[in-house]
């Protein structure tokens, strides 16, 4: 049997080809166990992953006494694929994972369906909460909407679209309103849309929900704010502990506690209350004060505009040092920019040449970009300046950068 690393990561697999057509042959084949459950979609440029840890985390500890299970997938992942596939907070076993790629990888080559890579992921994880009998399933898309494989879902009882920005360009379009018409092809007829009116794509969302007949729903606003080293939040006049770290995630939990209060049943507040206390979403604005250090995956302009927004509130007199590394086919030159605009004399900022397919090389940059930047050659080195530098250091960019690092 081989490992589902090796299958995923395989020439045939790792690449992205949209569109629903295959995944509805193999699901077909396996009875449509996405059917089984019930689903809250989520779609968005930023914001998708803290969203649905936080509609996980509420559920989980509302049902944490009961015999309800709650399945969340994600991507993507730091350190390991089965990261992605969750139930009550526990990934899916690496034994269980290996297998399920297998059996249904193996499906799929005998009734000649070519799966991707995240094609075959989204099966698994489908298959895996229908023979776990999962009660709820958070379903956070991988790329645009429509087309996405998520989206081989007929039916789901709320969708949320995040934050909306420029990224994958070459596969949604290279305009606000193309992008948001992808995402917002999650919106199913007669469902329940929760997005923030300020979205950028919201006029685009909301002619496609009317369309849909879908009943727009706007979450009603609340304020992150970090306070003598504590984080709260702010909702309806009441002072919660929370977190999630960054004024950003403000939106992100509007549009999750709307979700929570537009479900079939009734929500406990301690339960809410204990959740937002404890909620993780690991290198999202991740500061580890015994080490002085900030880890956070801004891997676009936006995701480093809310990182840059982060450090000019809280950590502006600070010295501090960077290390960088993203994709190639990110806007890495708009995100360097956001950096070297708040950078010091003071401060460094090194650049990782991390291995992994599309990394960005040092050699690609423009010149004026090597001049600023210091190479860096070896985890060593990054492992001697998180030890011993004094500066806060930042580690940011790539989350697949993130996971080589730190794994």
């Known amino acids: 049997m081989k490992t589902a690393q090796e299958i995923l990561t395989s020439t045939n697999k790792f690449h992205i080809n949209l ?20 689903i809250i979609h989520i779609a968005g440029t930023n914001g998708k992953g803290s969203t649905s840890k936080i ?55 005998k009734n000649n369906i070519d799966l991707t890579e995240f094609e075959l ?37 709320i969708d949320i679209i995040t934050t909306i920005d420029f990224d994958h360009t070459e596969q949604l379009g290279n305009t606000i ?32 929900a009317k369309i849909k007949n879908a009943q727009l729903i706007e979450p009603t606003k609340i304020e992150v704010k970090y306070e003598n080293n504590e984080n709260f939040a ?51 604005l991740d500061y580890n004060k015994q080490k002085n250090l900030l880890i956070d995956s801004a891997h676009n302009p936006s995701g480093t505009a809310t990182l840059v927004d982060f450090l000019k509130k809280h950590f502006s007199t600070y010295n501090k040092t960077f290390i960088f590394g993203c994709l190639k086919t990110k806007d890495y030159k708009t995100m360097l920019n956001m950096l070297f605009d708040i950078k010091k004399q003071t401060d460094k900022i090194y650049f990782y040449e991390f291995e992994y397919k599309n990394a ?15 190479k860096i050659n070896s985890l060593d080195e990054i492992k001697n300046i998180i030890n011993n530098d004094k500066n806060l250091k930042i580690v940011c960019g790539s989350i697949y950068m993130l996971g080589n690092i730190f794994k």
Do not use: C, M
């Open 360 to 374: 960005l090389k040092f050699d690609e940059l423009e010149d004026i970009f090597k001049k600023e930047l210091i």
């Open 234 to 284: 702010y909702i309806e006049n009441k002072k919660i502990k929370f977190n999630l770290l960054g004024s950003h995630q403000a939106k992100n939990l509007a549009l999750a506690l709307t979700a929570i209060n537009n479900l079939d049943i009734k929500i406990n507040t301690k339960a809410i209350e204990n959740a937002l206390e404890n909620t993780t979403w690991k290198f999202r």
């Open 55 to 109: 509609i996980n985390d509420i559920l989980v500890e509302q049902f944490k006494n009961e015999n309800k299970k709650i399945g969340l997938y994600t991507s993507p992942h730091l350190f390991s694929y089965n990261e992605r596939i969750k139930i009550n907070n526990e990934n899916i076993s690496r034994y269980v994972f290996d297998r399920l790629i297998n059996d249904i990888n193996n499906l799929a080559l």
């Open 177 to 208: 309103n193309k992008i948001a018409l992808e995402k917002a092809g999650i919106i199913k007829e007669n469902s329940k849309v929760i997005v923030s009116k300020d979205n950028l794509g919201y006029e685009v969302i909301k002619k496609v």
């Open 19 to 38: 569109g629903l057509k295959r995944i509805k042959l193999i699901l077909a084949l396996l009875d449509n166990p996405q059917r089984k459950y019930k």
């Open 121 to 157: 992921l989204t099966t698994v994880a489908f298959y895996y909460f229908f023979i776990k009998k999962v009660d709820y399933v958070i379903l956070e898309t991988g790329l645009g909407g429509k087309y996405d494989a998520t989206n081989v879902i007929d039916k789901s009882i």
